[in-house]
């Protein structure tokens, strides 16, 4: 994930429309957990079940 100095910069438009209020957010961020802790399964074999990702964890057998 970018430090908000690293990222870049991000225009926003706000359409008009008469549908029913959506989402608005950050869904890029959801896949970050899932894709580091699959990036170390495929270099350790370790496959990890739980947030936070802790060295120590990695660490056991």
Request: zero cysteines; proline letters at 8%; a neutral charge.
């Amino acid at each position: 994930m970018l430090r908000i100095d690293e990222a870049p910069a991000v225009e926003i438009h706000i359409i008009q429309s008469n549908d029913e209020a959506g989402g608005i957010g950050e869904p890029g961020t959801s896949g970050i957990a899932p894709a580091v802790a699959n990036a170390i399964f495929a270099a350790t074999g370790k496959r990890l079940r739980k947030l936070p990702i802790v060295p120590e964890v990695l660490r056991r057998a």
